[in-house]
């Protein structure tokens, strides 16, 4: 964990709560969800069916995907409905200040 | 025993009244709460088997749950075009969603091809379209068949045929209702006096602040019956209050109880085991400081005023402040009272601010033996404000107590203390040698009134 690296992706500010945002890291889309609990940060695609998350709606903690409905939980990325089975990867957040920072699970 | 024969249904608890209660409180109350309405409607036993027999659940199924109309969410879970909300009752699913910005619809939960469950369980999702897990199928929100992966192989197959099944869906207090029968009357038929009694007190105007869910171990009337009159509150709350609760049924489908909060009558308790609240009657003091759980102000009564009249005010001040709202006119038997309509087969809407409340009451399943009570807290919406997402539902299982909830406060005990006996009634339901239960011809008038109008949409004729 210790050698995880940090990088900036977003300003706080710009996440209500309740609210999605996708953003891009070497290549690879995330999806920064904030709920009551928190900043979190999925995979912005589903494993189902490879939608985009960011087009669907975050429910409490569980983010909805716009093709099939799928449920996934953000705070760990498991796969709450089907027809996902597969959980999505979920990364590691920190505030810093005014900055969302995320870094690589995988 | 009491050998008196007069005309049954017209015997009442020895006391003030609720209405002697209304017409001293310091606001006049709104006109519904004045109106009574009650007729004798008989005193034959109700039979324990409507309780524990399988094969008349299977009946319920088929004949009440799929030809009633019922509550399946608020329209607050449907804020959002492609906002939806699964809703099960025993074999049925149904799928409500928002599929246009001022149109809710509702669909069968299942796959125009081989019949798949297209959402799985129970509560609120969102999607853009409706994709069969199986095959693939799809429908758009408005249940019109979109796509058939292979679509070759199905020349049989066409929108007309393999649209989704619409179910009849209406609305009322923010409420979304559903009815599985095609030929279903109009929900406003069903409401009768309901949205003229809550003109006062506007439902859509109220949110969700919590929602509880739990399994509870008997048939799911006994466990709404445990909720339709306030004649146990004496032995199974130790509480002075309910003896002289007043009873309406308005018709086949809606009836009410209005239990004064704040006073009893020490009367209406005369023939109670021992001479609790009775000798002496409890002062206005110590009925404050029962009320004292709903966060006061005052610890004592000042003079000339009554504790009633005091938590009515406290609790206009406090409330007005934390919820944004002006309860400055509000009555005292709103602020206060548990003002309880009962929607049939199974729905419960108060129209109290203090005792805020919404039940529903189901089988579990298909299982006679246990039902789901969903409770949830409506909050008054402050001036202006829309609707906030909605909680999810805390979920309890049969074991596990309210007070697991933390939010629920000082409800919890009095919610554990209402569900604890009712394990005992299903299990004495099946053992009773005597084939039904009794019910009193008042106070229990409204449970009478219900199995009366299950009979109709069961077709049973006890005559």
């Known amino acids: 964990m210790s050698n995880r690296e940090f990088t900036r992706v977003a300003e706080a500010e710009q996440l209500q709560q309740g609210k999605t945002m996708r953003v891009e890291l070497e290549g690879r889309e995330v999806l920064l969800c904030r709920t009551a609990e928190g900043v979190f940060a999925v995979d912005n695609l589903c494993t189902h069916g490879a939608a985009r998350l960011c087009e669907g709606k975050l429910k409490g903690h569980r983010i909805l995907c716009p093709m099939h409905g799928a449920a996934f939980d953000v705070r760990d990325g498991s796969a709450l409905t089907r027809p996902a089975v597969r959980a999505l990867a979920s990364h590691a957040v920190r505030i810093e200040g005014a900055d969302i920072l995320i870094a690589f699970s995988d | 025993m009491n050998k008196d024969k007069a005309t049954p249904g017209v015997a009442r608890a020895p006391g003030p009244s609720v209405a002697d209660t209304l017409a001293t409180d310091s606001r006049g109350a709104p006109q519904p709460l004045l109106d009574q309405d009650y007729e004798f409607l008989g005193d034959q036993d109700i ?8 094969r008349f659940a299977e009946q319920e199924f088929d004949r009440l749950w799929a030809r009633c109309w019922q509550w399946a969410c608020r329209e607050e879970h449907l804020q959002d075009v492609g906002d939806h909300y699964v809703y099960d009752i025993g074999p049925y699913s149904v799928i409500v969603v928002r599929s246009a910005p001022d149109c809710i619809e509702a669909f069968v939960n299942s796959c125009a091809h081989r019949a798949t469950r297209i959402l799985g369980g129970e509560g609120s999702g969102y999607t853009g379209q409706f994709t069969c897990p199986f095959h693939g199928w799809s429908w758009g929100l408005d249940g019109s068949l979109k796509n058939v992966p292979a679509r070759w192989d199905f020349p049989h197959v066409c929108a007309d045929t393999h649209s989704l099944q619409r179910v009849h869906c209406d609305t009322w207090g923010g409420f979304v209702f559903v009815n599985l029968d095609p030929d279903a009357r109009p929900l406003a038929d069903y409401l009768d006096v309901l949205p003229e009694h809550f003109k006062h007190f506007p439902l859509d105007r109220r949110r969700i602040r919590l929602h509880v869910q739990k399994v509870l171990p008997c048939n799911w009337k006994a466990a709404q019956e445990a909720f339709m009159e306030a004649y146990h509150n004496f032995e199974t709350h130790d509480s002075p209050t309910g003896a002289n609760a007043q009873y309406d049924v308005f018709g086949k489908y809606v009836s009410r109880f209005i239990h004064n909060i704040g006073n009893y009558s020490a009367q209406a308790l005369d023939d109670y085991p021992g001479n609790k609240w009775r000798e002496p009657p409890l002062s206005e003091n110590e009925i404050l400081q029962i009320l004292s759980a709903f966060g006061l102000d005052h610890d004592e009564v000042p003079p000339g005023e009554t504790a009633r009249s005091v938590a009515a005010e406290d609790l206009r001040r406090r409330l007005s402040e934390s919820l944004g709202v002006d309860l400055s006119l509000v009555s005292d038997t709103v602020m206060l009272d548990s003002i309880e309509y009962h929607l049939f087969p199974n729905m419960f809407f108060f129209a109290g601010i203090t005792v805020p409340m919404a039940y529903r009451f189901r089988p579990n399943g298909m299982d006679v033996d246990s039902a789901i009570f969903d409770f949830l807290i409506l909050e008054p919406l402050a001036e202006g404000e829309s609707h906030p997402e909605p909680p999810e539902p805390a979920r309890l299982e049969i074991e596990q107590s309210y007070t697991e909830v933390e ?53 049973i004729d006890d005559e």
Not at chain 2, 47 to 54: A, E, H
Not at chain 2, 428 to 436: D, N
Not at chain 2, 450 to 455: E, G
């Open chain 2, 47 to 54: 039979d324990c088997s409507r309780y524990t027999s399988p």
């Open chain 2, 407 to 459: 939010a629920l406060g000082w409800l919890a005990p009095v919610y554990d203390e209402d569900t604890g006996n009712l394990a005992l009634q299903q299990q004495g339901l099946k053992s009773s040698r005597k084939r039904g239960i009794t019910l009193g011809n008042y106070q229990e008038a409204r449970i009478r009134r219900v199995h009366q109008t299950m009979d109709e949409f069961m077709e």
